[in-house]
């Protein structure tokens, strides 16, 4: 018995060894050098994840493909929880894909690392011309343009059309949002037993509160003479103090949606609990999917301050500056987004697309339905926040505002506390 | 020293012991549900434990969208190659650590118990330098060579802890029955060893059948790409899942580790050495 249980041992022991060096043989070099004949190949790291978005990101490279045989891409999935720590290694190690697909805030530190090329200097005035200064601005760092933005992300809201009638509530057009004040008379009135006029989702509050407060010109980041420092005056305060109001004095927005992200207050919206979803305009493609059969909904316009204004953090593509091949890779670039494959790329994610001619086709080939004439009216809103260029900002947000706007939303400390505490987190790390 | 249970004291033990088992099947079964909801049943604000219209859209898609099967045999070369090697290695070294006590030995276990304190991002461009630097970077070899160096030590600990609870008086009857060196190892200590060898197997297979961040940063291609790598693409900005295809994939993911500990199981059980020795 022992000899035969030793001999099994060595059996299996035997086959791993054999089957390692097959591994080996048959492992495939990904990183051999290309040969100098044959078509130039270009690696394209995509963050597509939707269903249609990805369908639509491989149809266009299938095309692309088809259509040159000289300038062959290969599509590599990514996803978006870890593409940083991929891109940090990949750039550090020499070995990053031609094409890069992230976002405007966070390329910045890779482009001012070197790593990646000026687009600017590689695509054709007309394609620039298609998208609006604006836009370009959000991804330029230190006069450099690190990729190109295609597509947006606006905060909108969704409602139940049901409760909105039932209230006597009208939907407003797509280009008349609510006044801040409005919005929180009409989630009073949709406020009952049972019922909360709003959810706001706050389990990452920073962005969103920076990215609203730009409807009262709250800037958080202020820039003198190259040294760049965190106020919070009025203008800053006018939000988060609204957002707090709705859940602790008017009681006309749900304690409970606190901890929660945006998807995870579907169950309740669909539900019934919560009559309005302030959100992301890319919330449409759950409502769409999830939403229980004969389910109303409608996406109101951004809500209004001063201003309707958001910040912008556009999706990007990049060129890598260690690419061979970055006239090829600007040349797909130039094809792939195109006015009607842009339009594509965004519907498959629900998103606003940047180019002026991609969102009036979109609009055209949805017939504005399914909230697209509000998507493509808040693209206007959509402007540069200053703290998308702050260096410091990834390490305040993490360390001080997060938790600080945490605090605060959960009723521990007060709006001067949150004031103070935004402040002395920005001395910590901006220099 | 314990008597026997009473009645009372019996039932009590089962109740607590299938309270127990229900609180760690209760994510499995929920997956399983989960994985067979269509869409609108998945954000139900009063979800059901069985889905009302079950599908198998989710693993469609989830197969047709990621490769995942694919995926999964990629996993499981890169798993059991990583298993065997590292019990091959760590057996002799685990043996002569625990019967050949030395200062060095002593050096040596310490090192091994602190080079798991290391960080992965401290190591991770490093070992893709050196990877790339052999012509091993993306290729499932360098991933198996980085796995089994990554789960060596713990490996080392677990099995030399297995040989020194085999009683020494064993090795050296052997030997007085006139058994060389190689024959007492062959068949008095590997074979008491096996439930020490099939923990450590086991164990470096899962670690290397649910490692992501290696196999996310040394593998470009993807058509190599493992399973938690695939499955990670169902999962957006901000933490929003395709909940349907990641349920769908997630329970394909646990059925290797499951089946391979259903099997090995029996490896396990402790009780071999009971009266081996008579003191």
């Not at chain 1, 078509?39 to 990805?54: D, G, H, N, T």
């Not at chain 1, 409608?298 to 910040?311: D, E």
Request: hydrophobic share 45%; net charge neutral; with cysteine.
């Amino acid at each position: 018995m022992l000899r035969s249980r030793f001999r099994r041992l060595a059996a299996a022991a035997a086959v791993a060894v054999v089957g390692l060096g097959a591994l080996t043989a048959c492992g495939d070099g990904g990183g051999k050098d290309e040969t100098s004949s044959g078509p130039v190949k270009l690696r394209f790291l995509s963050l597509a994840w939707q269903k249609e978005s990805l369908q639509a990101n491989k149809d266009l490279v299938a095309k692309w493909n088809a259509e040159h045989p000289d300038i062959q891409v290969e599509y590599v999935q990514g996803d978006w929880n870890s593409v940083h720590d991929q891109l940090v290694t990949s750039f550090e190690g020499g070995d990053v894909a031609d094409i890069v697909h992230y976002e405007a805030s966070a390329i910045g530190e890779f482009s001012k690392q070197g790593y990646l090329a000026d687009v600017s200097k590689l695509l054709s005035d007309d394609f620039k011309g298609q998208i609006d200064q604006g836009v370009w601005d959000t991804a330029t760092f230190d006069d450099k343009v690190a990729g190109v933005p295609f597509l947006l992300e606006s905060q909108v809201v969704i409602a139940n059309k049901k409760l909105l009638d039932a209230a006597g509530i009208a939907v407003p057009p797509a280009d008349g949002g609510w006044t801040w004040d409005e919005f929180q008379a009409n989630a009073q009135k949709l406020t009952k037993p049972g019922q909360y006029g709003a959810a706001w989702a706050l389990k990452s509050p920073t962005n969103r509160v920076l990215n609203l407060a730009l409807n009262y010109d709250g800037k958080f980041f202020y820039s003198d003479g190259g040294k760049t420092e965190v106020k919070v005056g009025d203008a800053e305060k006018e939000v988060p103090k609204r957002i707090h109001d709705m859940i602790y004095t008017s009681k006309s927005a749900s304690p409970e949606a606190l901890g929660m992200s945006g998807a995870d207050t579907l169950p309740g919206f669909f539900g019934g609990k919560y009559a309005m979803l302030p959100g992301s305009v890319s919330l449409r493609q759950q409502m769409v999917e999830q939403a229980p059969a004969g389910f109303e909904w409608v996406t109101l316009p951004p809500i209004k301050g001063l201003s309707s204004k958001q910040a912008a953090n556009p999706q990007t593509l990049s060129i890598a500056e260690d690419s061979k091949h970055k006239k090829q890779a600007a040349q797909f670039l130039e094809w792939f987004l195109n006015p009607a494959n842009m339009a594509a790329l965004a519907k498959g994610d629900w998103l606003v697309p940047t180019g002026k001619q991609a969102n009036e086709e979109l609009v055209k080939l949805t017939n504005g339905k399914q909230g697209w004439d509000v998507a493509a009216d808040s693209a206007a809103d959509l402007t540069v926040a200053p703290f998308q260029k702050a260096d410091g900002y990834p390490e305040w947000k993490t360390k001080y505002a997060t938790p600080a706007l945490q605090q605060y939303f959960a009723n521990k400390i007060t709006l001067d506390q949150l004031g103070t505490q935004l402040v002395d987190g920005g001395k910590q790390v901006l220099r | 020293m314990f008597g026997k249970p009473s009645h009372t004291g019996r039932t009590l033990q089962y109740v607590a012991l299938t309270g127990y088992l229900i609180f760690l099947g209760f994510p499995l079964v929920w997956l399983l549900s989960t994985a067979f909801k269509p869409p609108r049943e998945l954000v139900r604000l009063h979800p059901s434990l069985i889905p009302s219209n079950p599908t198998v859209q989710n693993f469609v898609q989830a197969f047709t969208e990621q490769q995942l099967g694919r995926a999964a045999l990629n996993s499981l070369q890169v798993s059991l190659a990583s298993a065997v090697l590292t019990v091959l290695v760590a057996l002799p070294a685990s043996y002569a650590l625990a019967r050949f006590r030395t200062r060095l030995g002593t050096v040596a276990l310490g090192w091994v118990l602190l080079s798991q304190l290391f960080p992965f991002v401290l190591l991770i461009i490093p070992i893709f330098l050196i990877l790339r630097q052999v012509g091993l970077a993306n290729t499932h070899a360098g991933l198996v060579l980085i796995y089994v160096v990554w789960a060596l030590p713990f490996a080392l600990w677990m099995l030399q802890g297995f040989v020194r609870n085999i009683p020494r008086e064993l090795e050296e009857a052997a030997s007085v029955d006139g058994a060389s060196r190689l024959q007492v190892l062959r068949r008095v200590v590997f074979p008491l060893l096996a439930p020490g060898i099939v923990a450590t197997a086991l164990f470096s297979f899962i670690s290397a059948w649910n490692e992501f961040f290696f196999a996310l940063v040394l593998v470009k291609t993807p058509e190599l790409a493992t399973l938690p790598v695939a499955l990670a693409r169902f999962v957006g900005i901000e933490g929003t899942a395709r909940l349907g295809p990641l349920a769908a994939g997630s329970l394909l993911a646990t059925l290797p580790s499951l089946i391979f500990f259903a099997v090995m199981q029996r490896r396990l059980s402790s009780g071999s050495l009971a009266g081996a020795v008579k003191g």
